[in-house]
């Protein structure tokens, strides 16, 4: 079954404590990224990877990194949490970029807690 | 830069009445347009796209959106709600000359009563 999977769904953790939420999918797509969702303000994009090796900047990447050592695996790495970190993280992939031939394929998210 | 603006957070329909949900962009490039549909608990799913070739998109589930350039819009429709389409709908915009970002509206949240 072609999927995007997050892991851990639900973090609670404490300031400070590095963590990393993986992201895999079994796809073979090039593109993925990964974005933070905030009531009332939507999805907002953290970083985008479009291919193995390249990653950059969205709307949103401050405390947060990314890298992309392989096609399937797109982890996001907080070093250093802060409660304003709080949120609920979507990670997508698609073939190739956000065009209208690319649909985005969601994972289920996970729900951070940074106390 | 592109930016997408969803008019009302919350919209309550009654079970067979038409479903209106507006969204207006701004682009300097001719966009591509997205509607997302997000249940409960779950991640998103794409509903319908714009890319150009034609203003009148239908999409999964019943719904449609037009493409009005004048008007910087690209509202949601849908003629008759159901229970199943209670859940929170997202616009989105990329720009034709930019594949990787994408951009997301504040969202609407959809209740439908009987």
């Known amino acids: 079954e072609a999927q995007v999977t997050q892991n851990p769904r639900y973090l609670i953790t404490v300031t400070g404590k590095k963590l990393t939420v993986t992201c895999s999918q079994n796809?073979?797509?090039?593109?993925m990224s990964w974005y933070r969702q905030d009531p009332g303000l939507g999805l907002r994009q953290i970083y985008y990877s479009m291919n193995v090796e390249v990653t950059d900047k969205g709307d949103v990447p401050e405390g947060y990194k990314v890298s992309r050592k392989e096609k399937r695996n797109f982890p996001l790495i907080l070093e250093s949490p802060s409660p304003n970190q709080t949120s609920l993280y979507f990670c997508?992939?698609?073939?190739?970029?956000?065009?209208?031939?690319?649909?985005?394929?969601f994972g289920d998210g996970t729900r951070l807690s940074i106390l | 830069a592109q930016s997408v603006t969803q008019l009302g957070s919350h919209v309550s329909v009654s079970e067979g009445a038409l479903v209106l949900l507006r969204c207006n962009y701004s682009s300097s490039v001719p966009p591509y347009l997205f509607w997302y549909v997000q249940y409960p608990n779950q991640g998103l799913q794409l509903l319908l796209k714009y890319t150009s070739a034609a203003t009148l998109v239908k999409g999964i589930n019943g719904f449609e959106a037009e493409f009005k350039k004048s008007e910087t819009s690209f509202h949601l429709t849908k003629p008759s709600a159901h229970m199943s389409d209670a859940a929170e709908y997202f616009c989105a915009v990329s720009e034709s000359d930019s594949w990787g970002k994408l951009q997301f509206g504040a969202g609407t949240q959809v209740v439908v009563t009987p």
């Open positions: 796809m073979n797509h090039e593109y």
């Open positions: 997508a992939s698609s073939l190739g970029g956000t065009g209208p031939n690319q649909p985005q394929h």
